[in-house]
């Protein structure tokens, strides 16, 4: 009698650890994954982005924030690696986690960012933005086919001129 209860203690524990471990997030989304659709507004009100609206593109969809240096170096390699592909290949969109827009604006004058589709979200990590994406400190970048559906994750700029080409 003694064995069986030990038995059904280790059952217990087997089944409750299998069951816990399934629902933890992953680290942000993966690879085949559908992109969550977002709309994001300027600062100045004059330009929104809204995910579901690039379908039919290529998006480049990049997250970085100027206190964060590897993420804002890839940020602006990526930017001038979108600048020297052909036009309309790929779309970039660009979020910053800066809480204060004047030191996003100061960042992309000195970065040199394209900003047709720059965009600053002052909520920073406790944006909706930023957990919808599941993201971590060093952010990332999803690059997303004409379907929605993300085929790379955190490529650098070598290697989005590879896969484009």
């Given at each position: 009698m003694r064995h069986v209860k030990w038995?059904?203690?280790?059952?217990?524990i087997s089944s409750l650890t299998s069951f816990i471990g399934k629902d933890?997030?992953?680290?942000?989304?993966?690879?085949?994954?559908?992109?969550?659709n977002f709309l994001i507004q300027s600062m100045s009100s004059e330009?929104?982005?809204?995910?579901?609206?690039?379908r039919g593109k290529y998006v480049l969809l990049n997250f970085w924030a100027s206190y964060d240096a590897p993420s804002r170096m890839q940020n602006?390699?990526?930017?001038?690696?979108?600048?020297?592909?052909?036009?309309?290949?790929?779309e970039m969109v660009s979020v910053s986690f800066d809480e204060y827009s004047s030191i996003f604006n100061?960042?992309?004058?000195?970065?040199?960012?394209?900003?047709?589709?720059?965009?600053v979200e002052t909520q920073g990590e406790e944006s909706d933005l930023y957990k919808r994406y599941r993201l971590q400190r060093g952010f990332g970048n999803y690059l997303i086919d004409d379907n929605g559906v993300i085929i790379a994750k955190n490529i650098s700029a070598d290697e989005l001129s590879a896969y484009l080409n």
């Open positions: 038995i059904f203690v280790v059952l217990v933890k997030p992953t680290g942000g989304l993966n690879v085949g994954d559908i992109a969550p330009q929104s982005s809204d995910l579901a609206s690039l602006a390699s990526l930017s001038q690696a979108i600048r020297s592909l052909s036009p309309n290949q790929v100061e960042t992309i004058r000195k970065d040199r960012i394209a900003t047709t589709a720059c965009f």
